[in-house]
């Protein structure tokens, strides 16, 4: 059975700092291209940042220069450090898992992790 298991989110004032986790388990961590995603009220879920098995990642626009996303595959582990929180920013968080030969192969979700960012 699949799991992704997120943690790391809460509450923070603008400005400040998060870093998120996301724990597999039940895939071959290193088969799979990982992401992650968020969904605020009202909107539809949007891709924040992503790291493939080989190591290329992309940012959403609006979180470069602020969002790290990093993958260790020997904790079979998936981050994401955001810093210089914004209020729109605030969302529920998700972890996302990938085959890289294709979503016919497996595509997995956690349960997401709420973030709020207000002072």
């Known amino acids: 059975q699949v799991q992704l298991v997120e943690q790391g989110g809460g509450l923070v004032q603008p400005g400040g700092s998060l870093r998120l986790s996301c724990d597999s388990s039940g895939i071959i961590f290193g088969l799979h291209d990982m992401g992650w995603y968020r969904q605020a009220p009202g909107k539809q879920r949007e891709l924040v940042a992503a790291v493939t098995t080989d190591g290329a990642i992309k940012y959403a626009d609006s979180v470069k220069g602020r969002f790290i996303i990093s993958r260790v595959n020997a904790q079979i582990a998936l981050y994401l450090q955001m810093n210089s929180l914004k209020p729109e920013d605030t969302a529920v968080y998700y972890c996302?898992?990938?085959?890289?030969?294709?979503?016919?192969?497996?595509?997995?979700w956690g349960q997401g992790t709420q973030v709020t960012v207000s002072s």
């Open positions: 996302n898992a990938r085959n890289r030969f294709g979503v016919e192969y497996g595509d997995y």
